[in-house]
């Protein structure tokens, strides 16, 4: 397959920030008047959507109710970082010319400072922030930008993802250094399967 444009989720991916956006969480917990749970029986829970995981703990919770406490929740915790080596390989990716979008649940406030401090907003085409449902963002990104899904990866790093790229039929690619484990990642049959970005050398070029 000859790769041209690749999608890219944000948490997970291209941004470590589990410790951060768990911490966060259960910010939003405490505030709620739940007690919190242990980061590793979130990493176990959450899921996408994410308003399905908030609605477990807290059924009458609504979208803009939980938006609103996490947007505040998430500028008190620490930043979170890059992982290694994701700067080098959209450099090289875009030095092979291949267009590079993001599409996330983040908040648009938080991502775009991120992928500033970072120093890789210039390799992104767009930047799509405050996704609940990637189905109909990655359909919207494939008709406005006019790309062969024949050509196109999606990377992703929860079964949410492999699952909405496969539904629209781009390739699929799950990483596995994000917030689901590779067994449960490979229960969605993604096309690859990668440890870390370096490993996309593989597939594009």
Partial sequence: MQIKNIIFDWSG????????????????????????????????????????????????????????????????????????????????????????????????????????????????????AGIHDKVEAILDILERNHFNLEKTLYVGDMVHDIDAGKSVGVGTVAIGWGYQTREKLMKSNPDYFISDISDLKKYSG
Wanted: proline fraction near 6%; charge should be negative.
């Fill in 13 to 128: 991916v291209l941004s470590n920030d589990l410790a951060p956006v768990y911490e966060a969480s259960m910010l939003v917990f405490k505030k709620l008047g739940k007690e919190t749970i242990s980061l590793e029986k979130y990493r176990q829970e959450f899921t996408l959507p994410y308003m399905i995981f908030w609605n477990k703990y807290f059924p009458k919770l609504t979208k803009e109710e939980q938006d609103k406490m996490y947007l505040e929740a998430i500028h008190l915790v620490p930043e979170p970082t890059l992982y290694p080596g994701v700067k080098e390989e959209l450099e090289r990716l875009g030095a092979l010319g291949i267009n590079m979008i993001v599409i996330s649940s983040h908040p648009e406030s938080k991502l775009m400072k991120e992928a500033s401090s970072y120093g890789i907003k210039s390799y992104f085409q767009e930047i799509n």
